[in-house]
């Protein structure tokens, strides 16, 4: 049994017992097994040391007030790895055995789910890359494909409180035509200059602008964007965002609770209308944005005064929640009950 102090889990890694993998070879994949190791035996010149062919996934399962494990919306994973693949010329998984090895994956390390009560989760971290030995610039022949688990606590380390954001306007996230639509390790390598540039001036994230014309909302670091004004829930339309699992599944919620959604260009300026803003994402459903500060303008755009989320983030964080924990009927089948 696992002895984790679920009270004191951070958003990290903690060794669970089991990984599952599969490899690709001669056109085909190979039947899921365990391993117990944590390590890959990797040539020098794998492509994915060399030219980036990496892509991963990340989603989680919860255990619910009932016992019950709750794994959710892993077909929407699932799809979003195979048109990831797709982006950066690497082999696909069938759908179906995408599904097998999470399913497999949490059956082999369900003690390492927290309790219902804990507020914390098992993360699932989906990974492929290309394997083949070659220093000419194509794509891998081979590739190897690996579901970890690691159970991870809130996110959010003082609770649900929004904090500040800036944008950085000599930085750019992902090109317009580029890889900003696929999860690749490439885009997060690309951010990490900013995003710790922000730390260090006590920011928890960059809001990026579009990198063509920098007047338009893009992402926020690793997350989406969102905002409400006027009984609206809007976020941007562009080439270079990942389309968030998360993001999807709140606007579907917002359109049940009334809200009208919108999907469209976000131009810099009227960041001065919204009521909320906030980012979205697997890692901690929503982070209220308290303020964004453009530095180099010289703005700032408030959407906290006293500091606290407002009402219908705060719905919505509750109510995605709550169908993840099964406390909500779960109407779409997001979720799937490993039995």
Not at 14 to 20: E, G, P, R, V
Not at 98 to 110: C, D, P
Not at 127 to 138: E, H, N
Not at 164 to 169: D, G, H, N, T
Request: charged share 25%.
């Amino acid at each position: 049994m696992s002895t984790v102090d679920w009270s004191k889990l951070s958003f990290g890694y903690i060794k669970t017992d089991y990984n599952i993998r599969s490899h690709y070879r001669d056109g085909k994949w190979s039947e899921p097994e365990a391993e117990t190791s944590e390590y890959i035996n990797l040539h020098m010149a794998a492509t994915t040391l060399h030219y980036g062919q990496e892509v991963f996934e990340g989603l989680k399962a919860f255990r619910g007030k009932d016992g019950k494990v709750r794994i959710f919306r892993m077909h929407e994973n699932a799809l979003r790895l195979q048109s990831s693949c797709r982006g950066i010329k690497m082999a696909e998984l069938p759908v179906e055995m995408f599904e097998k090895m999470v399913l497999q994956a949490v059956k082999k390390n369900e003690h390492f789910v927290p309790p219902y009560e804990s507020g914390a989760s098992l993360y699932i971290r989906p990974l492929m890359i290309g394997t083949s030995a070659q220093v000419g610039v194509k794509p891998s022949v081979e590739y190897t494909f690996i579901i970890f688990v690691t159970p991870v606590g809130p996110y959010f380390k003082a609770g649900f409180k929004p904090t500040p954001m800036v944008i950085l306007r000599e930085y750019d996230r992902a090109a317009p035509l580029g890889t900003g639509t696929y999860k690749v390790g490439g885009n997060y390598a690309a951010s990490l200059v900013a995003g710790e540039k922000a730390h260090e001036m006590g920011y928890s994230a960059v809001l990026y602008l579009d990198a063509k014309e920098k007047k338009y909302i893009d992402e926020c670091g690793p997350a989406n964007f969102f905002a409400i004004k006027d009984n609206t829930y809007i976020t941007p339309k562009s080439t270079s965002i990942l389309p968030s699992i998360t993001n999807k599944s709140l606007m579907q919620l917002a359109e049940d609770m009334g809200l009208k959604v919108e999907r469209r260009p976000i131009p810099e300026e009227e960041l001065e209308t919204f009521e909320e803003a906030g980012a979205c994402g697997t890692a901690a459903v929503i982070s209220p944005i308290l303020r964004i500060d453009d530095i180099s303008e010289n703005k700032s755009y408030v959407f906290s005064k006293d500091g606290e989320p407002g009402p219908i983030s705060l719905k919505l964080y509750n109510q995605l929640r709550a169908i993840q924990y099964g406390d909500e009927s779960d109407k779409y089948g997001w979720v799937t009950i490993v039995e």
